[in-house]
């Protein structure tokens, strides 16, 4: 790969998905690429480059995706998903006593296996029978989104996190696959999404898992979303981010939640938002990037 | 050093299993069939023990449940590793007592996770 080549998909994967690839990732760009432009026909990422930049826009779709799908699995990193169990919901059970509902988004929910997490969660306690509990997962990728709809899962991926006893309960065997039953499926709802573009749409949440994703995004629009999502989430929800990322030095709109790293509760007492709610949902510049 | 009963009548799979284990700062003991592996349980438990179903002389399920009936033999957390990879095997697996379960083939991370999963780790 030339280095003007590395530009060129730098530029566009920054402009498309918010995607901050640094001087020294052409081993990631090679690692995603290569495949995808040898099942284009296409002998390596030159001819590659050199096809999408002749308007081949269902090709730079795929590029696109293949950049920014992440390896997921069943409740990955185990704490975020104890706190859920042990701090959040508790919490929201009471709040919510009297409406009995729950909505949680699924920022960067990739093949499913954080959102169906959460909805295995949410179904095994039972204080939340009768309760309204609605899980929105999006993403930028429409075809992880069609592989999280489907809810069928290899016998690796059902390996990797999930405890034997949800598996047995939550899952139909299949041959080697395993088909998530319909009434987990059914908590989930996806919708294809970009960060960078407008999501206020998606209306109010108690809860938004965000992890990592934004740690591709540089600081401003890091910024820009915090903010957007601090206007999305109740005065009492949680925002959870990944083992690495965190807010502080980047917005005031959250602080951490007492005693649970990396999770984040909406910051009611700061001075004045930087955005006033009546202003466009990202800068100008970015939503030009965005198309 | 915890320790790890490894037990599986596959060398390679002994082996493999080792790699992986002592990766993970595990002292491995290995056992061959379950007879092998219920006598070195008499001799000290372990902390945990990764098995195998199907082995001759003595199979898992078995070794497992006279496991579970020894003093203290509740303590040592099994984690099945067999290519009895069906519900039916799971569940009989569960009933008898075993933490986890690893459907073959299986690498590190799957190892991992399991032994997470089970507090081991």
């Known amino acids: 790969m030339t280095p003007s080549d590395y530009e060129y998909l730098r530029k566009l994967l920054k402009e498309r998905s918010g995607l901050d690839l640094s001087a020294d990732k052409q081993y990631l760009v090679e690692s995603r690429l290569v495949p995808l432009a040898r099942k284009a026909g296409l002998p390596g990422i030159p001819e590659l480059v050199q096809k999408m930049k002749a308007s081949a826009e269902a090709l730079t779709a795929e590029v696109v995706e293949a950049m920014t799908t992440n390896e997921t699995f069943f ?203 009546g202003s466009p949902a990202m800068p100008l510049k970015l939503v030009a990037a965005a198309r | 050093m915890r320790t790890c009963l490894v037990v599986d009548d596959s060398s390679v799979i002994r082996k493999v299993a080792r790699r992986i284990l002592e990766g993970l700062d595990f002292q491995i003991i290995e056992a061959e069939d379950g007879e092998k592996a219920l006598e070195a349980c008499k001799r000290e438990l372990p902390d945990a023990v990764l098995l195998d179903w199907n082995m001759p002389v003595m199979d898992g399920y078995e070794f497992l449940g006279n496991l579970r009936r020894m003093p203290g033999g509740d303590v040592p957390k099994v984690v099945f590793c067999t290519t009895e990879n069906d519900v039916a095997h799971i569940a009989r697996a569960l009933h008898a007592g075993a933490n986890e379960y690893i459907m073959k083939p299986f690498d590190k991370e799957i190892v991992t996770a399991k032994f997470q999963e089970v507090g081991l780790i």
């Open chain 1, 75 to 277: 409740f990955r990193d185990k704490i975020p998903f104890d706190h859920l169990k042990d701090a959040v919901l508790p919490a929201l059970i009471q709040a919510r006593a009297a409406r009995r509902s729950i909505r949680i988004w699924c920022a960067a929910c990739s093949t499913g296996q954080e959102p169906y997490s959460i909805a295995m969660i949410l179904k095994d306690m039972p204080a939340l029978s009768g309760w309204r509990t609605e899980i929105v997962a999006t993403d930028l990728a429409q075809a992880v989104l069609e592989k999280s709809k489907a809810g069928v899962f290899s016998q690796f991926e059902v390996q990797r996190g999930l405890p034997i006893q949800m598996l047995v309960k939550h899952f139909k065997q299949n041959g080697d696959l395993w088909q998530l039953n319909p009434d987990i499926r059914a908590m989930v709802q996806h919708r294809q999404l970009n960060l960078l573009q407008d999501f206020s749409h998606l209306g109010t949440f108690d809860v938004i898992f965000c992890r990592n994703v934004l740690i591709y995004f540089d600081q401003d629009t890091k910024a820009m979303i915090f903010e957007r999502m601090s206007r999305m989430i109740e005065p009492d929800g949680v925002l959870v981010l990944g083992a690495a990322e965190s807010v502080v030095g980047i917005t005031d709109a959250f602080k951490p939640y007492p005693d649970r790293r990396g999770m984040y509760c909406p910051n009611t007492t700061r001075a004045a938002p930087r955005i006033a709610a």
